[in-house]
């Protein structure tokens, strides 16, 4: 190669890496513009407090953000538990490369690679029809109580498609717990359990938070596991019980952007309800990156 | 010698003893006493067994898959690897410090209170009690008083050490086992961990393991010589240095080799 193509090929890559940087950026800003240009006129306090009117083309999406918050809010409470006990059955428990905690990786990352209109057919299948009738039977309900669409069965759909993350970003935590920690406080003459409680969780807790909001964030977007299992099209109530169904905020802009009978009427109302969608997922992006960074540097500050 | 009423009587002992992690022996067929109220050196160079030797007096080594031994080590005559012995109880006879200091990332009270609290004790006056009496025996009182309830991370590092060992005497245990402890530290904050061991021998068992061949001549009663895994001599401290039965000892400690 003489210098000439040399500088040229140099040149061309560094212009083609640069361009596919460039592109993703611009995506989001393309995005993002277009969702703040249209939509930040109609964020008011009447938006975001009303239920919606006219056939969804005029009001708020107060049902929406309250469903949304409601269903993330059970989804937390169900998906921490597990997942966190998983992780620390992974890390702390299992023997390394032991069979079972290999079989649980597998599955955990299989998991991870379902498509989420997958999660919701198995919540129909699984929540509704399996448990939910098993349960009717077995309470004695004469009409369909458990074995319907409501808010408790698509928060456990939405849980186990967020067992991964928290799983991962839980066991990430307890592999920064230096070993150290858990060997003096063996010597000291802590059981194993006291170890884990006192040392190893409140080590990791930062990074559990992290995976907690995260999962938060990825669950609040979703709206494919909720279709069948309990996310409505249009209520005016709020939900009071757990099987009661609920308006959600992704499910709601699919809505207005299919249904709506004036699709001009719609459109402001559209593009108010994604910036708040978008908002809300920034803004627990926000929340994880602020509680790592500031792990890190406790982390860094302590050696 | 042996019928000498005031010969230290051996606090512990290891009979045979041979460790392996996996199928390699890390140490063969060692048998050795560690006497009661003495500081007993382990010297040798790096992989010669002398901290796994260490590790296996307090049964840390159990933490480590793979690892399994033959032989016996009893502890005042029971034998620490027997069935009716809870090995939580056994570290708490048998304490340790380790080469990195490792603090919890909690406050200086409550990385000394840790061992009594995991322990059961919730007394609030009888926490700071002994608190402060670890922390004096271990010559930081003085420097750390008037900040018990900062971490512990902001101590220096022959201060994280101290803590170390105030930690491990809080829970008042019989033997002390030291792997290194000074080896990370400067040369005065080493003295200070070296006058401390002087002065911890009047009440406890002391084993440390250490590179540095004038720190076992200072701080050693006994000293014991491990190479390949095997224990080579073991005998008073001035005997080892000046006139060793072994010419592999000799060879050690006057630096031919190690």
Known sequence: MTPNTRRAVGLALTSLTGLAAFIIIAMLGIILFNVVENGAGGVTWTFLSKPPEDGMMGGGIFPAIFGTAALTLLMTVAVMPVGVLTAVYLHEYAPPNSLSARFVRVAVVNLAGVPSIVFGLFGLGFFILFVGQGMDRALGHEEMYWAQPGILWASLTLAVLTLPVVIVSTEEALRAVPMDHRTASLALGATQSQTLGRVVLPGALPGILTGAVLAISRGAGEVAPILFTGAAYFLPDLPTHLNSQFMHLGYHTYVMATQSPDVEATRPLLYSTVLVLLLLTFALNLVAVIIRTRTRRKAAGSH | ?258
């Not at chain 2, 992690?21 to 048998?31: E, H, L, P």
């Not at chain 2, 309830?149 to 245990?173: D, N, Y």
């Not at chain 2, 002391?206 to 224990?231: C, K, P, W």
């Open chain 2, 1 to 258: 010698m042996s019928l000498n009423p005031n010969a230290p009587r051996p606090k512990m002992e290891a009979r045979e003893l041979t460790l392996r992690y996996g199928t390699k022996a890390a140490i063969q067929k060692v048998s050795l006493a560690i006497l009661d109220r003495r500081v007993t050196a382990l010297i040798g160079p790096s992989g010669c067994g002398k901290s796994t030797f260490l590790r296996a007096l307090n049964r840390m080594n159990d933490l480590i898959p793979g690892a399994n031994h033959t032989g016996t080590i009893l502890l005042d005559d029971m034998d620490i690897h027997d069935r009716s012995v809870d090995v939580v109880d056994l570290r708490r006879r048998v304490g340790m410090v380790f080469q990195k200091s490792n603090p919890f990332p909690k406050s200086i009270f409550e990385n000394v209170a840790y061992g009594l609290r995991v322990g059961g004790m919730k007394d609030k006056s009888a926490l700071e009690q002994r608190v402060e009496k670890s922390l004096r025996g271990s010559a930081l009182w003085d420097e750390v008083k008037d900040r018990l309830h900062e971490s512990a991370l902001g101590l220096s590092g022959g201060q994280q050490q101290r803590l170390c060992i105030a930690r491990a005497m809080a829970v008042e245990p019989q033997v002390l086992l030291m792997d290194e402890p000074a080896s990370a530290l400067d040369p005065i904050a080493t003295a200070k961990i070296e006058e401390l061991i002087h002065e911890l021998k009047a009440t406890y068992t002391i084993a440390i393991v250490t590179h540095n061949m004038q720190q076992a001549a200072r701080v050693s009663d006994r000293t014991a010589f491990f190479y390949m895994g095997e224990l080579v001599e073991c005998g008073a401290t001035e005997q080892i240095f000046t006139n060793p039965r072994e010419k592999r000892t000799e060879d050690y400690v006057t630096g031919k080799f190690g």
